[in-house]
Every structure is written in structure tokens, then in C-alpha cells.
């Protein structure tokens, strides 16, 4: 059961994060002009990124765990939902990452707005894969 419970503190620390960041982070930023958005959006996504990639694989990984373990299905799914973050930064949202790391400070302005709220919105579907994957582990903890 060790395994579960580390899956679940993993993905509960990664939906944490996806949550702070999509509901106090980014709307403080999109509150800054537009240069100053831009500015802190990149050390910050470059700093968020590895810790929630980590996660995300810790978590996976002791999910399976957990599945191999028990037999318990709900321990795979919610792997497989935490770890679905990979593909979908990787195909979705890596495209406006490179678009925004792309822009120099000094050239911020609507166009780059535009991409901090699209970035936002991207995000914030980081942070409902993050929650149902801590709701499956939980689940699985619970039966």
C-alpha cells in the first residue's frame, strides 16, 4: 500500500501546484503589463515545468506500483490520467511555450497577451488531469 499512498501524495502534490498556478499565478501575471507578464512567465514556466513533469512520472510510476501490487484498476487509471500531462504539454501546449520563449522582453505586447491567456487556459486542463488523477488514487486508496 506504500506505493498507493506515495501515488497519491505525488499526483496530490502535482494537481497543488497545477491549481496555485492556474488560480493565483496566472491571473496575477495577466494583471501585469504585458512585458511584465512576459518576463515572469518564462523563469516561472521553466521552474514549474520540471517540477511537474517530475511529479507527474513519480506519481505514474507509483501508481503502476500500486496496480502491479494490488490489482487494483483505479491505481492504473489514475496513472495513466497523471501521466496523460506528458503528451499533452508535449503536443499541446509546447507549441505556444516555444512561441512565447521566443519573444524578446522588449517586444511584448498584445500578441504576446494573447498567448499568456491562451497559455492559461491550456493550463488549466494541467490542473484538471492533476485533480481526477489524485480523485482515482484516492478512490483506489479508499477500496
Not at 35 to 53: D, F
Not at 58 to 80: D, H, K, M, P
Not at 85 to 96: A, D, E, Q, R, S
Request: no cysteine; charged share 10%; glycine share 10%.
Amino acid at each position: 500500500m506504500i506505493f498507493g499512498m506515495l501515488a497519491l501524495v505525488a499526483a496530490a502534490l502535482f494537481a497543488g501546484a497545477a491549481f496555485y498556478i492556474s488560480f493565483a499565478e496566472q491571473p496575477a501575471r495577466l494583471g501585469l503589463d504585458d512585458r511584465a507578464g512576459l518576463v515572469h512567465w518564462k523563469p516561472a514556466y521553466a521552474r514549474g515545468y520540471t517540477m511537474q513533469a517530475s511529479l507527474a512520472v513519480i506519481g505514474f510510476l507509483f501508481g503502476v506500483a500500486a496496480w502491479w501490487a494490488t490489482g487494483e484498476v483505479l491505481w492504473l487509471a489514475g496513472a495513466v490520467v497523471l501521466v496523460t500531462n506528458w503528451p499533452y504539454t508535449l503536443l499541446i501546449i509546447m507549441p505556444v511555450n516555444r512561441e512565447l520563449e521566443a519573444i524578446v522582453p522588449d517586444d511584448a505586447g498584445p500578441a504576446s497577451r494573447i498567448l499568456l491567456t491562451r497559455w492559461g487556459h491550456l493550463h488549466l486542463r494541467r490542473t484538471m488531469l492533476g485533480g481526477l488523477a489524485t480523485v482515482l488514487y484516492l478512490w483506489a486508496a479508499l477500496t
